[in-house]
């Protein structure tokens, strides 16, 4: 397996797989080509973002982490799980995150951050991806973390005022895929791609304006995988849930997964 010396975890907000096939984002489909991917990842319920982000950072369903609406209310008397970042800041590892949705300040916890960046949306068709890819971009390359979280919330926040598949939607997928290839270019300028897995998620899908309901254009969302340690064009036929991205990104990271944490590496995403 190749040496994966750091991560870049993506999350695209509110992106349905089937908006991929009608958008053909061409970063995104660049990473599909070079990596594995999945189309029929599963999400978690209540699937709405907060609740589904932490899942994806701690590998564990909000029943277990408790985190089941959009605000910050642990269940008094639990124990936080470690996420993604404590395992990376305790292996000293850089870590940092660059996101425009403020809720997500609480996916980190105090202390296992080295670096972050926050600016709110405003307008969901403005550049505001555009600007935390830039962001990111310029930090990575500057300060190479060992793992980077870098969160694009327009396309959700455009599907909620126009409509899940619209093509005010598939615009801003279009400007979320044009985030990426911000960051994708300034790493590859600063020689970072060679050992490097990146990987490009959604929390939840939608339809017509909302979701949380539990249909499947909900709970179905993309999942990619790329780079450094990371199978070579291949589609993922098993199962995949959401709660598995952590145990996955902390296993090519060579990092232990903690005892709590429910998620299962996804093997067939790997090299080896």
């Known amino acids: 397996m190749a040496h994966t010396e750091r991560v870049v975890l993506i999350g695209v907000d509110g992106l349905r797989p089937d908006a991929l096939a009608e958008v053909r984002p061409p970063q995104i489909l660049r990473l599909m080509a070079t990596g594995a991917y999945c189309d029929h990842t599963q999400s978690v319920t209540?699937?709405?973002?907060?609740?589904?982000w932490l899942s994806?950072?701690?590998?564990t369903p909000p029943e277990q982490h408790g985190?089941?609406?959009n605000l910050w209310t642990p269940p008094a008397g639990r124990e936080p799980i470690p996420s993604l970042f404590d395992l990376a800041h305790q292996a000293g590892l850089g870590t940092a995150s660059f996101y425009n949705w403020e809720q997500l300040r609480?996916?980190?916890r105090p202390g296992s951050l080295d670096r972050s960046f926050y600016r709110r949306i405003g307008d969901p068709e403005g550049d505001a991806d555009l600007e935390v890819a830039a962001a990111a971009?310029?930090?990575i390359a500057a300060h190479r973390p060992g793992l980077a979280f870098i969160y694009l919330g327009a396309v959700d926040a455009v599907g909620h005022l126009h409509g899940w598949m619209s093509e005010a939607q598939f615009a801003a997928i279009r400007k979320a895929d044009q985030a990426i290839g911000l960051?994708?270019?300034a790493m590859e300028a600063a020689s970072l791609l060679a050992g490097?897995?990146?990987f490009v998620l959604a929390d939840?899908?939608?339809?017509?304006?909302?979701?949380g309901t539990g249909t499947p254009p909900d709970m179905t969302v993309p999942w990619v995988a790329s780079g450094a340690g990371i199978r070579r064009g291949h589609r993922i036929a098993g199962p995949v849930s959401l709660v598995d991205t952590a145990p996955t990104v902390a296993h090519v990271l060579g990092l232990a997964a903690p005892v709590e944490w429910t998620g299962q590496v996804i093997a067939e995403a790997l090299a080896d």
């Open 67 to 69: 985190i089941v609406a």
């Open 106 to 108: 609480d996916l980190a």
């Open 196 to 198: 490097t897995a990146l």
């Open 204 to 211: 939840h899908g939608g339809e017509d304006h909302t979701h």
């Open 46 to 52: 209540p699937s709405v973002s907060l609740p589904c």
């Open 137 to 139: 971009a310029e930090s």
């Open 183 to 185: 960051i994708l270019a």
């Open 56 to 59: 994806a950072v701690n590998g």
